[in-house]
């Protein structure tokens, strides 16, 4: 193999990845979105370029030996910001990680010693490249150095050669001196020729060749002004072509042979990335399955027996349990294999082996067995579609991460495990492979991987809880989220009743009322035309009808929903319009979307509650997504209908809370005006409508209560005066006026909003009542957009996640208080700040007592809680 050095100008690199990124810092507030970025790079150039040897160089310090001969020399460059000064230490930690030497030489800069490290092997016909965004390096490309110059940030690069230089600058490298020379640089402050610019520097030297000879035909100039030009500042070119030119005979004290690449130890990188809180990167540096330092993966050798019967020596009563399953939907998938480990052993269990073992479900079914699992809920519902309900759970890694890091996306256990510094488990998609690859591999590989993945969850279960403890998050995780985890599973199993027969009633009625207005908006149109279709609806609504264009995309006029609401007033065919488009949307989302999910044997649909996804801590659903289930429309409520009973005489029982995030507001912001009008039961839209309006009860209008419910709610989510404009369609300083007088109403409310971003500016995180918490990396970014969006995030969650957490609670108490009542009433679904029970008509009365009772109370607040409740034969008539 030939020898391949790659030279990185370390401070060109750091610096463009600084100012590309915004401002991150990790746990500890230390600033590392430069290290971040410089560490990508590298990641990404090592797997590329796959070097041989590798160089960093930096700059020595302020003073060089081209200070000598103009003293301005890189003057007027503005002062390093002291958080990209505290990460050039950080940066040399990285690299030492990856065995990459890095290295600086007084009075020199990175450009010089990278020019003479690379004049030192070229001539042995070594590959060399040299990664920087800086130009001036361009001067050292040959038939042996390529260039890399960063653009865009330092995600990507452009690779120059001799021939790309010639085609991208129409001249050649050598000439690259010459042309900054003529053309100066502000950034570096090398003077040139003033009022040559890059165009004229290059006419000059395809002309002429070199500056020299610029000089020496000076008279065969073209232009008056120019000629003058370059006479009048000979000396400030000839002085530029010295300061830009790399002196690639500096006197380093490193040979090719000091800067040998090897590959990097993993767990000196790993234990940097996990200080640094280099989430992503542990990930992606454990790429591959080879045990070799070029590679991802270093998985020490793992003892474990496979089964074929089970046995008392199993089970010391604390043990990690998988249950392991391929497809996504545990609701249909199939058990593939179990593994169990403890402080003794490991092992693997055939499906077949385990589930026909009266001992093994003994165990499983034995609450004082502690079992540490990943997934509580999915590892209940698979367990229960076999016939075994697990008791005793006492971990769930999952919640526990999700807790931990409410922010990363990956919770499974291999990259859990990176993010403890740990390689000892692939991804399953390499063990499985992933769409219509997947597929289970061979008993010996399989087995391996599951336990493998039980080991980690043993072996981590410590750190997690450790983590938990020390963040006060504990509690929050053992009384709250692994109690409901148990709940949800159970609802899942359970489902809940559809009526099919009644959504195909609803689709044929759909189908006809979709029709009606498709006649009707091709009568106003004059002629008929595809509704569906941007390209046809354009011309007619634009060209024919005359009515105003909003927007134009490149394929013609814009027909999107934001641009047609605003032209609802300008003609009768555009509410036609949106109507269509909001009833097909009904009809193909939603009621041929709750079709396909119907479980065929039983008729009921199976809902996946999502427990450790949104970072305020509000549960969602998918296949289907209950949530979204369109309320404004009444075509959307009447598809509720469709929800029913699952025995005869039964009803459906469904309670909400009332202005839960408004009250929940009041509480943290300890607003005396806000607390009080909750405490009186008072209309809290009205109430805000009289303080804002400065107006009598009686005085309200519709439109000022429908103004002060605007406000309420866009104030709990930290609502700019121009998307309140939006909202009400007033103008921007009409809204900004509405949200003033708001806050000169309630004054704690604006303290609290100010509060709490100066909080999360200090500690990195906003907390709900539970301590449940929400990292904010952006709240000091000076992206304002990035910064702006942080902020408002600061003021909404500590609001909505409290929210959540009240109603999580009340879910656990309300399902404790059935089971002690002996009640056969049963909840099946939560949606938003709403829970669906069905129950016997018999139980009717208990229900109206107990349910609001439980949620009204389920926490202390300093103001009341309030629970509305309604039911009836379906969903819809629960209302």
Same mark, same amino acid.
């Given at each position: 193999?030939?020898?391949?050095?790659?030279?990185?100008?370390?401070?060109?690199?750091?610096?463009?990845?600084?100012?590309?990124?915004?401002?991150?810092?990790?746990?500890?507030?230390?600033?590392?979105?430069?290290?971040?970025?410089?560490?990508?790079?590298?990641?990404?150039?090592?797997?590329?370029?796959?070097?041989?040897?590798?160089?960093?160089?930096? !700059?020595?310090?302020?003073?060089?030996?081209?200070?000598?001969?103009?003293?301005?020399?890189?003057?007027?460059?503005?002062?390093?910001?002291?958080?990209?000064?505290?990460?050039?230490?950080?940066?040399?930690?990285?690299?030492?990680?990856?065995?990459?030497?890095?290295?600086?030489?007084?009075?020199?800069?990175?450009?010089?010693?990278?020019?003479?490290?690379?004049?030192?092997?070229?001539?042995?016909?070594?590959?060399?490249?040299?990664?920087?965004?800086?130009?001036?390096?361009?001067?050292?490309?040959?038939?042996?150095?390529?260039?890399?110059?960063?653009?865009?940030?330092?995600?990507?690069?452009?690779?120059?050669?001799?021939?790309?230089? *010639?085609?991208?600058?129409?001249?050649?490298?050598?000439?690259?001196?010459?042309?900054?020379?003529?053309?100066?640089?502000?950034?570096?402050?090398?003077?040139?020729?003033?009022?040559?610019?890059?165009?004229?520097?290059?006419? *000059?030297?395809?002309?002429?060749?070199?500056?020299?000879?610029?000089?020496?035909?000076?008279?065969?100039?073209?232009?008056?002004?120019?000629?003058?030009?370059?006479?009048?500042?000979?000396?400030?070119?000839?002085?530029?072509?010295?300061?830009?030119?790399?002196?690639?005979?500096?006197?380093?004290?490193?040979?090719?042979?000091?800067?040998?690449?090897?590959?990097?130890?993993?767990?000196?990188?790993?234990?940097?990335?996990?200080?640094?809180?280099?989430?992503?990167?542990?990930?992606?540096?454990?790429?591959?399955?080879?045990?070799?330092?070029?590679?991802?993966?270093?998985?020490?050798?793992?003892?474990?027996?496979?089964?074929?019967?089970?046995?008392?020596?199993?089970?010391?009563?604390?043990?990690?349990?998988?249950?392991?399953?391929?497809?996504?939907?545990?609701?249909?998938?199939?058990?593939?294999?179990?593994?169990?480990?403890?402080?003794?052993?490991?092992?693997?269990?055939?499906?077949?082996?385990?589930?026909?073992?009266?001992?093994?479900?003994?165990?499983?079914?034995?609450?004082?067995?502690?079992?540490?699992?990943?997934?509580?809920?999915?590892?209940?519902?698979?367990?229960?579609?076999?016939?075994?309900?697990?008791?005793?759970?006492?971990?769930?890694?999952?919640?526990?991460?999700?807790?931990?890091?409410?922010?990363?996306?990956?919770?499974?256990?291999?990259?859990?495990?990176?993010?403890?510094?740990?390689? !000892?488990?692939?991804?399953?998609?390499?063990?499985?492979?992933?769409?219509?690859?997947?597929?289970?591999?061979?008993?010996?590989?399989?087995?391996?991987?599951?336990?493998?993945?039980?080991?980690?969850?043993?072996?981590?279960?410590?750190?997690?809880?450790?983590?938990?403890?020390?963040?006060?998050?504990?509690?929050?995780?053992?009384?709250?989220?692994?109690? *409901?985890?148990?709940?949800?599973?159970?609802?899942?199993?359970?489902?809940?009743?559809?009526?099919?027969?009644?959504?195909?009633?609803?689709?044929?009625?759909?189908?006809?009322?979709?029709?009606?207005?498709?006649?009707?908006?091709?009568?106003?149109?004059?002629?008929?035309?595809?509704?569906?279709?941007?390209?046809?609806?354009?011309?007619?609504?634009?060209?024919?009808?005359?009515?105003?264009?909003?927007?134009?995309?490149?394929?013609?006029?814009?027909?999107?929903?934001?641009?047609?609401?605003?032209?609802?007033?300008?003609?009768?065919?555009?509410?036609?319009?949106?109507?269509?488009?909001?009833?097909?949307? *009904?009809?193909?989302?939603?009621?041929?979307?709750?079709?396909? $999910?119907?479980?065929?044997?039983?008729?009921?649909?199976?809902?996946?509650?999502?427990?450790?996804?949104?970072?305020?801590?509000?549960?969602?659903?998918?296949?289907?997504?209950?949530?979204?289930?369109?309320?404004?429309?009444?075509?959307?409520?009447?598809?509720?209908?469709?929800?029913?009973?699952?025995?005869?005489?039964?009803?459906?029982?469904?309670?909400?809370?009332?202005?839960?995030?408004?009250?929940?507001?009041?509480?943290?912001?300890?607003?005396?005006?806000?607390?009080?009008?909750?405490?009186?039961?008072?209309?809290?839209?009205?109430?805000?409508?009289?303080?804002?309006?400065?107006?009598?009860?009686?005085?309200?209008?519709?439109?000022?209560?429908?103004?002060?419910?605007?406000?309420?709610?866009?104030?709990?989510?930290?609502?700019?005066?121009?998307?309140?404009?939006?909202?009400?369609?007033?103008?921007?300083?009409?809204?900004?006026?509405?949200?003033?007088?708001?806050?000169?109403?309630?004054?704690? $409310?604006?303290?609290?909003?100010?509060?709490?971003?100066?909080?999360?500016?200090?500690?990195?995180?906003?907390?709900?009542?539970?301590?449940?918490?929400?990292?904010?990396?952006?709240?000091?970014?000076?992206?304002?957009?990035?910064?702006?969006?942080?902020?408002?995030?600061?003021?909404?969650?500590?609001?909505?996640?409290?929210?959540? !957490?009240?109603?999580?609670?009340?879910?656990?108490?309300?399902?404790?208080?059935?089971?002690?009542?002996?009640?056969?009433?049963?909840?099946?679904?939560? $949606?938003?700040?709403?829970?669906?029970?069905?129950?016997?008509?018999?139980?009717?009365?208990?229900?109206?007592?107990?349910?609001?009772?439980?949620?009204?109370?389920?926490?202390?607040?300093?103001?009341?809680?309030?629970?509305?409740?309604?039911?009836?034969?379906?969903?819809? !008539?629960?209302?």
């Amino acid at each position: 193999m030939s020898n391949k050095l790659v030279l990185i100008d370390g401070n060109s690199i750091i610096y463009r990845a600084f100012f590309a990124l915004p401002l991150l810092n990790n746990d500890k507030g230390v600033y590392t979105n430069a290290v971040y970025g410089f560490t990508t790079m590298l990641l990404r150039m090592i797997e590329e370029e796959k070097p041989t040897h590798m160089l960093v160089a930096f !700059d020595a310090g302020k003073t060089t030996f081209r200070h000598e001969t103009y003293k301005e020399y890189k003057g007027g460059r503005q002062k390093t910001p002291p958080e990209l000064s505290e990460q050039f230490p950080l940066l040399k930690e990285v690299l030492d990680a990856f065995s990459i030497t890095h290295y600086e030489l007084d009075n020199y800069e990175a450009d010089d010693i990278i020019g003479t490290l690379s004049k030192k092997v070229e001539k042995d016909d070594w590959e060399v490249t040299i990664i920087s965004g800086d130009k001036d390096l361009l001067q050292l490309v040959s038939d042996r150095v390529t260039v890399n110059l960063t653009k865009k940030g330092i995600s990507e690069v452009e690779k120059y050669t001799p021939d790309f230089v *010639l085609e991208k600058m129409e001249i050649t490298q050598e000439q690259i001196i010459d042309l900054k020379a003529l053309m100066g640089d502000n950034s570096d402050n090398i003077p040139g020729v003033p009022g040559v610019g890059e165009k004229t520097a290059v006419k *000059l030297l395809k002309q002429f060749d070199t500056l020299e000879n610029v000089y020496e035909h000076l008279d065969e100039v073209s232009g008056k002004k120019l000629k003058e030009k370059l006479a009048n500042h000979k000396e400030e070119a000839f002085m530029s072509k010295k300061l830009v030119t790399i002196n690639r005979s500096s006197p380093i004290t490193i040979e090719p042979d000091d800067v040998k690449y090897n590959g990097y130890a993993h767990d000196k990188v790993r234990a940097v990335f996990t200080e640094l809180g280099f989430q992503s990167l542990l990930t992606r540096i454990q790429g591959t399955k080879e045990n070799n330092t070029e590679s991802g993966y270093q998985q020490a050798p793992i003892d474990f027996s496979v089964m074929d019967e089970v046995n008392e020596e199993m089970f010391t009563g604390e043990e990690a349990l998988i249950v392991e399953l391929l497809e996504e939907n545990y609701h249909q998938a199939a058990i593939q294999g179990f593994s169990i480990v403890n402080n003794k052993a490991a092992f693997f269990l055939p499906t077949d082996v385990a589930l026909q073992s009266d001992l093994f479900k003994a165990w499983l079914e034995d609450s004082s067995k502690k079992k540490y699992v990943f997934d509580a809920k999915k590892t209940l519902v698979s367990l229960l579609r076999a016939g075994v309900h697990i008791k005793g759970i006492a971990f769930d890694m999952l919640l526990a991460s999700y807790l931990i890091n409410p922010s990363e996306n990956n919770h499974d256990i291999p990259a859990i495990s990176h993010r403890f510094g740990r390689t !000892d488990v692939y991804m399953d998609e390499e063990v499985y492979g992933k769409g219509a690859k997947l597929k289970l591999p061979e008993q010996s590989v399989f087995a391996e991987h599951i336990v493998r993945k039980a080991t980690m969850l043993y072996e981590l279960r410590p750190q997690m809880e450790k983590q938990l403890k020390e963040n006060e998050q504990y509690e929050l995780f053992k009384e709250l989220e692994m109690p *409901l985890a148990l709940i949800l599973g159970e609802m899942e199993h359970t489902g809940v009743l559809v009526d099919t027969k009644r959504l195909e009633e609803m689709r044929i009625d759909l189908k006809n009322r979709l029709a009606e207005l498709e006649e009707e908006v091709h009568a106003l149109a004059g002629e008929p035309f595809n509704l569906n279709s941007p390209k046809q609806l354009g011309p007619i609504l634009f060209e024919k009808l005359g009515l105003p264009v909003i927007k134009k995309t490149k394929t013609g006029y814009s027909t999107a929903a934001d641009v047609l609401e605003q032209l609802q007033d300008e003609h009768e065919i555009i509410p036609k319009l949106l109507l269509y488009r909001q009833l097909g949307k *009904l009809q193909s989302t939603y009621i041929e979307g709750l079709l396909k $999910v119907v479980d065929e044997k039983t008729n009921k649909i199976h809902t996946r509650f999502n427990q450790a996804l949104t970072q305020t801590g509000r549960l969602s659903s998918i296949e289907p997504n209950l949530q979204n289930i369109p309320i404004r429309l009444e075509e959307g409520r009447k598809i509720r209908q469709a929800f029913i009973p699952a025995e005869e005489g039964w009803v459906m029982f469904a309670a909400d809370y009332s202005q839960i995030e408004l009250r929940v507001l009041a509480h943290i912001a300890g607003d005396e005006k806000l607390m009080a009008a909750f405490k009186q039961q008072a209309d809290i839209h009205t109430q805000t409508a009289m303080d804002v309006f400065h107006v009598d009860k009686g005085e309200v209008t519709a439109n000022m209560r429908r103004q002060a419910k605007a406000v309420n709610f866009g104030i709990v989510y930290g609502i700019s005066d121009y998307g309140l404009s939006q909202n009400l369609g007033i103008t921007r300083k009409g809204a900004k006026q509405f949200i003033d007088r708001y806050f000169e109403s309630y004054p704690g $409310v604006k303290t609290y909003m100010e509060e709490i971003v100066q909080e999360a500016k200090h500690q990195g995180y906003v907390s709900t009542i539970m301590n449940r918490r929400r990292y904010l990396p952006d709240i000091t970014s000076r992206n304002f957009n990035q910064r702006s969006f942080a902020e408002r995030t600061a003021m909404n969650t500590p609001i909505q996640g409290s929210a959540a !957490d009240i109603i999580k609670k009340a879910m656990i108490d309300l399902h404790e208080k059935l089971k002690k009542e002996q009640l056969q009433a049963r909840i099946l679904l939560q $949606v938003h700040d709403e829970l669906i029970l069905e129950a016997p008509q018999s139980e009717i009365e208990t229900l109206k007592e107990i349910v609001p009772a439980i949620m009204e109370n389920t926490v202390e607040l300093n103001v009341p809680l309030k629970v509305d409740y309604a039911y009836g034969d379906s969903w819809f !008539d629960a209302k």
